[in-house]
Every structure is written in structure tokens, then in C-alpha cells.
């Protein structure tokens, strides 16, 4: 009697001190107890992971310009030593200020003999004479030509060659050899006419501007090029006509330069941009547009790497 006493005594000490309770199991005798905890104490809430927002898609009418990754995948037809360069003078959609018929591609100057290469993998489906006009406006308008079909339907021509390497039916890996540069068909000097068609191979107004395909070049510094389109729309979204400005920003090592850029003519203004130009050093610019005796202008950047998208809404 007197021991259980002495057990009773302890037991209400240790439960009155802070101490850590003795395992029950040390105590056969004693019942399990169960420790009601204060509601504001007991709950504990772990904060949840932070997901970073989704960020809207630039919207290039609402924004002053927007930079996207482009779709630059298909390689240069001509490559160095030769001249891999766009005619700047007489580019996709231009007329060359009126002297020309609206131009369907882009030009690489280059003598006769130059290799010309595949863009891409592909297939021949047409290699031979202009002499049906099936992919051109009149009989011999392309002389010597090569068609390749790629991926996703696209297709890639090469014009004017004064010599054909390939037959129809051939499989082409991307930069093999396969004409020379000519100056077949209705061509003035010797050159590469090069187009991009897509979906249409036979419609002569299916073709894209190939300076936003080809890879950018780079460079005297050896970094790689940017692109920029422009698209010059109304309040209903119809495209206009209009010639443009663009100045590049000088820098402690850059002078600058300027720039004319003219907008496709009407018929050929078929895809969402209306002006294009390629192969740009990054930097800062200022587009300026003179449309109804307004003066629209911009400042925008030019990325490494990167297309440029402008949209001028005009009155």
C-alpha cells in the first residue's frame, strides 16, 4: 500500500514538469493519455509552390515590336568562298523601283559555274528546261530549273543554272551539289534565282519570302545576323503600300547605318508581313514610315538569332 502510494506521488510530478514523459511501456499499470493540443498550435500550413505565370504571347499590333525564334531552317544555296548574300537590290516582292516585274525570290550574284546546293533534304521533282511553264508565268521564264520538295510540304527552286547535277525521282541530302549557277531563261547577268513555295508548288504566287527561311548569317564580328518583318496594315488589316526608313543606333564601335526598305507591292502581299530584311547586325533601330502625310516611326531591337516582328497600323 504504502509503495503504490509512493508510484501515485512520482506519477503526478513527472505529469506536472516539462520534462519528457518516461515510455508508458516502463509502467504496465498506467493508461495511456491523450494531450489535447490548442487548435491555433496544432496546424501547421505549408506554403504551397509558387508556379511563375504564364506570359501572354507578344502581340505585335499592340506592343511597339516583338522577338519570336522565326523559322529559319533551310541553309544557304550558295556557300563560301562564293557569295552567299541576298541582292539587296532587287528583293523579294520588289519591282526595283519599277524597272523590274515583282520579284517571286531573291537573287545570289555569282559568276557562271558556281556550285548551287540543296537547301534541305528533299526529293527531285522537277529538274530540267522551263519549257511547259507548269512552276512559272511563260515558256523559258526560269531556263534551267530544279525543284525539291521537303518536309511539310515545302519546296525550294533554283533558277537560270547552266548546269543540272540531278534527275527527277533523286534523293537530295541538305548542301549537296546539285546545278551551277547560269544565266538560263529570262535572267540578266548570271545568278541563283532562289524561291520557297508552300502547299502550291504549281502556283506561282505561293512562294514566301526566303530571307525569313534561310539561316542568318553572321557578321564581321562573327555574330550570327537578325531579321526583321513588317507588316503595314489599315484598321480593317489590309495591307498598304509604303517605302520606309531604317536606322541603326550608333555605338562606341558602330557607326551606324541606314537602310531602305519598301513594302511588297499589293499582289504579292499574300502572307502576314508585307516587308522584309535580312541578315541585320543586333542593335537598337528606328523604322520611320511616311504614309498620308503622317509620319509613323519606332524604335525597336534586332537580336542574334531572332526575327523581329513590327506591325504599323495606319491611317
Same mark, same amino acid.
Given at each position: 500500500m504504502?509503495m ?6 512520482? #506519477?503526478?510530478f ?11 511501456a *516502463?509502467? @504496465?499499470d498506467a ?9 491555433? &498550435? *496544432?496546424t /501547421?500550413? +505549408?506554403p ?9 504571347p507578344c ?18 544555296p ?9 541582292? &539587296? ?5 520588289? &519591282? ?5 516585274e515583282p ?11 558556281? @556550285?548551287?546546293h ?17 512552276? +512559272? ?18 519546296y ?5 543554272l ?6 527527277v525521282?533523286?534523293?537530295? /541530302? ?5 546545278g551551277?549557277?547560269?544565266?538560263s531563261?529570262?535572267?540578266?547577268? +548570271? ?15 505561293? &512562294? ?19 531579321? #526583321?518583318?513588317?507588316?503595314i ?16 543606333? @550608333? ?7 541606314? /537602310?531602305?526598305?519598301? *513594302? ?10 508585307n ?20 509620319l ?7 537580336? +542574334?538569332?531572332?526575327?523581329?516582328q513590327?506591325?504599323i497600323?495606319?491611317k
Open positions: 504504502v503504490h502510494r509512493i508510484l501515485l506521488v512520482v #506519477l503526478l513527472l505529469l506536472a514538469s516539462c520534462a519528457s514523459v518516461p515510455n508508458v *516502463a509502467l @504496465p493508461t495511456p493519455t491523450t494531450v489535447i493540443v490548442p487548435e491555433s &498550435t *496544432a /501547421f500550413i +505549408s504551397s509552390p509558387t508556379s511563375e505565370p504564364t506570359q501572354a502581340d505585335p499590333r499592340a506592343a511597339d515590336y516583338c522577338i519570336t525564334d522565326g523559322h529559319f531552317i533551310l541553309h544557304r550558295i556557300m563560301p568562298p562564293a557569295n552567299d548574300s541576298v541582292d &539587296t537590290t532587287y528583293r523579294y516582292a520588289s &519591282t526595283a523601283n519599277g524597272k523590274r520579284h517571286h525570290g531573291v537573287e545570289f550574284l555569282n559568276k557562271f559555274g558556281t @556550285p548551287v540543296a537547301a534541305a533534304n528533299g526529293t527531285v521533282i522537277f529538274a530540267g528546261p522551263d519549257t511547259e511553264a507548269v512552276y +512559272s508565268p511563260q515558256i523559258n521564264f526560269y531556263g534551267n530549273l530544279i525543284v525539291l520538295k521537303h518536309e511539310n510540304d515545302l525550294t527552286l533554283y533558277a537560270h547552266s548546269k543540272i547535277n540531278v534527275q525521282g533523286d534523293a537530295v /541530302f541538305v548542301g549537296e551539289q546539285i551551277e549557277v547560269g544565266q531563261g529570262v535572267a540578266t547577268g +548570271s545568278h541563283l534565282h532562289f524561291e520557297v513555295r508552300e502547299n502550291r508548288v504549281e502556283d506561282y504566287f505561293a &512562294t514566301q519570302n526566303p530571307e525569313l527561311w534561310l539561316m542568318l548569317g553572321v557578321d564581321e564580328r562573327n555574330i550570327r545576323c537578325g531579321v #526583321l518583318m513588317v507588316s496594315i489599315d484598321e480593317e488589316s489590309r495591307h498598304q503600300y509604303g517605302e520606309m526608313t531604317l536606322e541603326r543606333k @550608333p555605338t562606341a564601335s558602330d557607326k551606324g547605318k541606314t /537602310f531602305y526598305l519598301d *513594302a511588297y507591292v499589293n499582289e504579292m502581299a499574300t502572307g502576314e508581313e516587308a522584309a530584311m535580312g541578315d541585320l547586325i543586333p542593335g537598337s533601330y528606328r523604322i520611320a514610315l511616311k504614309y498620308n502625310g503622317h509613323y516611326e519606332r524604335w525597336l531591337e534586332v537580336k +542574334s538569332g531572332k526575327l523581329t513590327v506591325v497600323v495606319v
